[in-house]
């Protein structure tokens, strides 16, 4: 292109009222994919799924969901690895994943620092401290005095050595000086199966996994790990209120990251666009229906929340002296 036709090009551009700065930065110009480390049918999945068909009209390209489920996210992760660094390729993420996995995993192939950039939360899920409904322990106050009487004794079903639950009871243990014993189950709900029958004692679990059991009148939410109460269980107290350590809080989340080298207006846009989408009150009656409570941030909160999670993880998992394949 000689000088001239390059002129009469900016000349054009700028008289349409779009700059070739603003052209070039034009984001997304194609299909914008989100890989998500879990299984169709997943919580996540499902999340995802509902992103899509918010984004795909506002953005005018289809967003497309692709789930990649198994390796503890690292297939994935992969995935993401594997694509161009345009921020048309995404991953949702847990914190297993970004603040958990890269120290309790031996042979970790991923640098969070190094292969991420943070864009947005999406989504949180407190945990509750889940009992037997028909059995003694009815407060965190009976829990840690039992806990205190008898070290050991009390049983706490968890899904796996190293899982979210797992790490949550270490915190609770240190926080109250208490020792108690961990029943890992290979099936979740077999968890609250055993307790409902009095095999096990306790544990921390998502309000969406047991629910059923709770509307049975099988199993109890004695407390909340989190500062507040939550709206949609305004019975259930806070640990903190319930006669346990104050400022206990214990939740799983879920984001969006790019790979690093992403375009940082391209970040910043789906950010944006993204916090506009979690305000929607459907998408909000979407979140409650499957138990979770939407969450957006800034790329910047995004990441001051995994360095610090990180931190608090690695000590939890250094303590607890486990590790996974």
């Keep these: 292109?000689?000088?001239?036709?390059?002129?009469?090009?900016?000349?054009?551009?700028?008289?349409?009222?779009?700059?070739?700065?603003?052209?070039?930065?034009?984001?997304?110009?194609?299909?914008?994919?989100?890989?998500?480390?879990?299984?169709?049918?997943?919580?996540?999945?499902?999340?995802?799924?509902?992103?899509?068909?918010?984004?795909?009209?506002?953005?005018?390209?289809?967003?497309?969901v692709d789930p990649k489920p198994?390796?503890?996210?690292?297939?994935?992760?992969?995935?993401?690895?594997a694509a161009p660094s345009t921020g048309h390729d995404l991953l949702l993420a847990s914190s297993s994943h970004l603040a958990v996995n890269p120290h309790l995993l031996r042979n970790v192939t991923y640098s969070v620092e190094r292969d991420f950039v943070p864009i947005s939360f999406v989504f949180h899920t407190p945990f509750f401290v889940v009992t037997s409904a028909a059995g003694p322990l009815q407060?965190?106050?009976?829990?840690?005095?039992?806990?205190?009487?008898?070290?050991?004794?009390?049983?706490?079903?968890?899904?796996?050595?190293?899982?979210?639950?797992?790490?949550?009871?270490?915190?609770?243990?240190?926080a109250t000086g208490t020792r108690m014993t961990i029943i890992p189950f290979k099936d979740g709900q077999q968890i609250y199966t055993a307790i409902a029958s009095g095999e096990v004692d306790l544990s921390l679990a998502t309000i969406g996994s047991t629910l059923p059991l709770v509307q049975a009148g099988k199993l109890k939410l004695i407390a909340i790990a989190a500062p507040t109460r939550l709206a949609?269980?305004?019975?259930?107290?806070?640990?903190?209120?319930?006669?346990?350590?104050?400022?206990?809080?214990?939740?799983?989340?879920?984001?969006?990251?790019?790979?690093?080298?992403?375009?940082?207006?391209?970040?910043?846009?789906?950010?944006?666009?993204?916090?506009?989408?979690?305000?929607?009150?459907?998408?909000?009656?979407?979140?409650?229906?499957?138990?979770?409570?939407?969450?957006?941030?800034?790329?910047?909160?995004?990441?001051?929340r995994m360095t610090s999670d990180t931190a608090k993880y690695a000590e939890v998992i250094k303590r607890l002296g486990v590790s996974l394949e």
């Design 1 to 64: 292109m000689d000088r001239r036709t390059a002129l009469s090009a900016i000349g054009a551009a700028c008289a349409s009222g779009i700059s070739p700065l603003v052209h070039a930065q034009a984001f997304p110009d194609r299909p914008v994919r989100i890989i998500v480390p879990f299984a169709a049918g997943s919580t996540p999945d499902v999340v995802a799924r509902i992103l899509a068909a918010k984004l795909t009209p506002k953005w005018g390209h289809q967003v497309v």
């Design 70 to 81: 198994g390796g503890n996210g690292l297939i994935a992760i992969a995935a993401l690895k």
């Design 139 to 174: 407060s965190m106050k009976s829990v840690i005095a039992a806990a205190k009487a008898s070290p050991g004794k009390l049983n706490v079903g968890v899904p796996y050595l190293g899982s979210p639950p797992h790490l949550a009871v270490a915190m609770l243990e240190k």
């Design 232 to 304: 949609r269980q305004p019975d259930v107290p806070t640990v903190g209120e319930d006669g346990g350590p104050a400022g206990y809080d214990v939740n799983t989340w879920v984001g969006l990251v790019a790979r690093s080298g992403a375009p940082q207006h391209a970040i910043q846009k789906i950010s944006d666009d993204l916090a506009e989408v979690l305000r929607d009150p459907e998408v909000i009656q979407q979140f409650t229906r499957v138990g979770i409570e939407p969450e957006s941030s800034s790329p910047a909160g995004m990441r001051a």
